[in-house]
Each structure stands twice: as C-alpha cells, then as structure tokens.
Nanobody, 118 residues
Framework: QVQLVESGGGLVQAGGSLRLSCAAS????????MAWYRQAPGKQREFVAG???????NYADSVKGRFTISRDNAKTTVYLQMNSLKPEDTAVYYC????????????WGQGTQVTVSS
C-alpha cells in the first residue's frame, strides 16, 4: 500500500508561482509513475502532468510552458512547479501514483487547494 501526501498549496495572485510537493510512503519503492490532477468546483478531475521513470513527462495543453513536473532521485517525492498562474488554475490538486507505466494510477492523495486571485 502507498500513501501520498500533498503540500504547497495556497493563495497566490495571478502571474505568481507555487510549488506543490507530494511525498509517498509505505510501499513507495514500487512506484514507477506519478502524476498531478486537478479538480475545479463543478468540473471533472483532469490530468495536469505526469512523470514516469526514468524521465518521460507529459503535460496538459493548458499548462505546457508554465508548469514543470519533477521527481527526486529516490522516486518518493514528486513536485509540480507552477509559474505564471492564472485564475483558471484554481482547483484542488491531487497527486497520483502507480507501480506501472500509467498516469491514471491506483493511489491518490487527499488533495491540496490552489487559489489564484485576479
């Protein structure tokens, strides 16, 4: 079993930056792929960015060029650097992880709120 804990959310003005972290524990050695999703009020949860060992990454079109996903060498923490934030980036951001090569994995964190004011 894997536990995921997100941190780093908060309130920021448009154009600002935030860095989200997601720490994995438990059977974290089994994790191969990690991803970030987000869910805005009244909307479905959507994929934001994903990373798979060794260094394959993917981004939603809406965040390309503004967000960067990265991972520590131990593969137990994934980060999401968010720059040039927009009000439409406001959402609860969730961490996702899986032992396989999928960004729609079986493990989820509890989410962290990101609010971007205009």
């Amino acid at each position: 079993q894997v536990q995921l804990v997100e941190s780093g959310g908060g309130l920021v003005q448009a154009g600002g930056s935030l860095r989200l972290s997601c720490a994995a524990s438990g059977s974290s050695f089994s994790i191969n792929s990690m991803a970030w999703y987000r869910q805005a009020p009244g909307k479905q949860r959507e994929f934001v960015a994903g990373i798979t060992s060794p260094l394959l990454t993917n981004y939603a079109d809406s965040v390309k060029g503004r967000f960067t996903i990265s991972r520590d060498n131990a593969k137990t923490t994934v980060y999401l650097q968010m720059n040039s934030l927009k009000p439409e980036d406001t959402a609860v951001y969730y961490c996702n992880a899986d032992p396989g090569a999928t960004w729609a994995g079986r493990y989820w964190g509890q989410g962290t709120q990101v609010t971007v004011s205009s």
